[in-house]
């Protein structure tokens, strides 16, 4: 099961606990933060920009600055390529511990086409988890149309995979003083259902980005525990499912 | 992972490369594309030079193999047609691995710079084309998902090949590699999985994207997405007088309601046939021939009846 969460923000954090602290301590727990900025007019300003980036490095993740055009692109292309990351650091590790190699790239093209196989295998069929993380603050009202489109695009793109995959959305901050942030929508792997979001959110000032990101990763701990508990007992029920494997095993080189 | 960017700068023309592994050499003649994940160079291999072929070099090994790796496994499903894979293997370049593949060059040009050159009365044969080749495709277990312009090269006589079958998905899976707006799940028309609708829609995007590209341009420009739906590209077909006759072909392409490939290529075949008829003058018989006629079976019936009374 790969967990993601993915910060979609406009600038600074200004209230609590470090973002790159928080990002930090997602990742220890095996989560990814990858980081979209979003800016239409102006600058997003040096230090939004390198809190961004920060953010996503501790986090073990990427980091994109873009217009609310690019959005939904962006969102897509980085949770396809950290799935892709993710796996390729683990097959990796595999390689370098077993054969001595540094990565795939060492080893000649025939043997390269085989491992590639399974990884892209391992991409489409391995579960994924995102929770989106929403930076409400009052600067980012007119980009809430874009953020729910590449929500929803995000939504559809998943659905497409083979392996079990879900998404949660949440934004910041929250109403009260002890609420950082706000869930929006459960665990749902279903594009109809994400309607329209963020239609009664009052937008406010602050922007605790670290405070947030902590309170998504207890959510994503209470909730994806059981879910990968479950995914044990139905394994074979997986293995049985022989089509998909069927196309994929055609791959000769 | 890090937050490295994909930007590299193209190598010059007339580079030499030579494969780590199998030790085939080629020289890069001329740039044909900068992608996401690599760069094409039209490039010559072989004794002197001589022989043309597309190398295409990328940045990161596993996304190259795997575009390699369905490369080969569609050389194997569609046995009998000269392959499209002809190298996979690493250059040396600045003291760096640089991972590349080397593939069969197709000349051709973007299907609608053919059709602006060539004029729009091409639409039908290109059309079939394209539609004949995705039957193939499909039939042998693959949606090719990034359809667009850039994609679809035409050469003499509108000769249609596909190029960039990198982005190629088997069926069943998710769509690897598509363009924002020839996808139909941008167009709250389905979902994101490989299957030859997919595709059908696709083409159906090309052909508005071709014609009436300033208005559906300006659609994207200016429709909430949340009313992205085929019925505001349908409102586009009706109102282009190429793009009208095809109304039923189109409806049916972007609502996913052709059974299969063969079909919707069929269809298409028999919607230009037909207008092809139409512009035909011979086949109506004049109005003055025709009054004619009946005023020479009018004047005889009164002549017979004038005889029979008397």
Redesign the interface.
Known sequence: MMKQILLITDGGSNVGDSPVIAAAQAYAEGITVNVAGVIDEGTIGEYGAAEI?EI??AG????RIVTSRQL??TVQMMTRQ?V???I??AVNQELRELFGVN???AL??PK??E???V??EME?TMSLSVALLIDASASMKPKL?AV??AV??LT??I????GRSQVSVFHFPGDTQHDYCVKDAGWTSDASKIGSLFGRIRMKGTTPTGPALLQVVDFIRATCGKISKTELTETPIQGTRG??NG??S???? | MTTSSNEQRPLPKGTEIRGRWNGKQYRLERLLGLGSNGHVYLASSGIGYRSACAVKLGFETSELQGEANILASLDSSEKGRVPFLLDVDDAVIDGKNIPYYVMRYIPGSPIQAYLRQHGPQWLGVVGFRLLERLAQLHEAGWAFGDIKSDNVLVGEYGRVELVDYGGASAIGRSVRQFTEIYDRGYWFAGSRIADPAYDHFSVAMLWLHALEGKRLVQLTRTLLPQNRHPRELMKLVRSNARLAPLESWMEKALNGKFENTKEASEEWRSVFRSSQRLKAPEDRVPRWMAGLLGGAILLSVSATAVWLLQ
């Open positions: 980036a996503a490095r073990g993740g990427i980091s939904s692109r950290t892709a990351g993710t390729r650091n990565d795939v790239g000649p093209p390269r086409a491992i590639v196989k990884m892209e489409e149309l729910e489109e929803r695009d559809l793109s659905q497409a995979r083979t089509e998909s196309v994929r055609d791959y000769v080189v």
